[in-house]
């Protein structure tokens, strides 16, 4: 089963950028789309990006789309978060997530997370 | 991109069962049959148990069921016991436009 793990949190100020990584091991990482979601302290679950396998598509949430973008380096087994523009309210647990994306047949449902990496924007 | 609807908090006995409401529009819960849900325990990652709104995860005990109704999804939990008390987060596909939408969730004690 994919296994994934989080890194590139940590604590900035408003404004600041940031870049979140997630490394895939144990599964055919190339052939899975990929997702992003928060959750800030406290509160619930919130959808932030998700990319199709190849890189060639990606969705984002309104609160993030032209700050955030996502990537994959898919000979490395990595998905990558770039933030930008930082604000308190970003301030989250991100987790790297399998899937979530609506292939042309089926759903492929958000089935593995990684643990999460934690970002805190504070001046 | 409002979230889905859901109870802050449910609560029962060992043995009991409880449902967990999530409601959403047309545009989401009502307009497609890609709902899921998640249990998540404090500190810990989120935990697929039911997708495609009836079809449990590998290993999630029978106790847990999922249903639809229009723009209502629910999870319900039989014979509840003391490893059941999470939070519960219903989650629906919303289109193009928002694509994925997460429940506020639910506390279950």
């Known amino acids: 089963e994919v296994q994934l793990v989080e890194s590139g949190g940590g604590l900035v100020q408003p404004g600041d950028s940031l870049r979140l990584s997630c490394v895939a091991s144990g599964g055919a990482f190339g052939s899975n789309a990929m997702s992003w979601v928060r959750q800030a302290p406290g509160k619930g679950l919130e959808w932030v990006s998700a990319i199709s396998h190849n890189g060639a598509a990606t969705y984002y949430a309104d609160s993030v789309k032209g700050r955030f973008t996502t990537s994959r380096d898919n000979s490395n087994n990595n998905l990558f978060l770039q933030m930008n523009s930082l604000r308190a309210e970003d301030t989250a647990t991100y987790y790297c997530?399998?899937?979530?994306?609506?292939?042309?047949?089926?759903?492929?449902?958000?089935?593995?997370w990684g643990e999460g990496t934690t970002v805190t924007v504070s001046s | 991109q409002s979230a889905l609807t859901q109870p802050r908090s449910v609560s029962g006995s060992p043995g009991q069962s409880v449902t967990i409401s999530c409601t959403g529009s047309?545009?989401?819960?009502?307009?497609?049959?890609?709902v899921s849900w998640f249990q998540q325990y404090p500190g810990k990652a989120p935990r697929l148990l039911i997708s495609d709104v009836t079809r449990r995860s590998s290993g999630v005990p029978d106790r847990f069921s999922g249903a639809k109704s229009g723009n209502t999804a629910s999870l319900t939990i039989s014979g509840l016991q003391a490893e059941d008390e999470a939070e519960y987060f219903c989650?629906?596909?919303?289109?193009?436009?928002?694509?994925?939408?997460f429940g506020a969730g639910t506390k279950l004690t």
């Open positions: 047309g545009s989401d819960v009502g307009g497609y049959k890609y």
């Open positions: 989650c629906s596909y919303a289109g193009p436009n928002t694509y994925v939408l």
């Open positions: 997530v399998n899937g979530g994306w609506l292939g042309i047949f089926y759903y492929y449902y958000m089935d593995v």
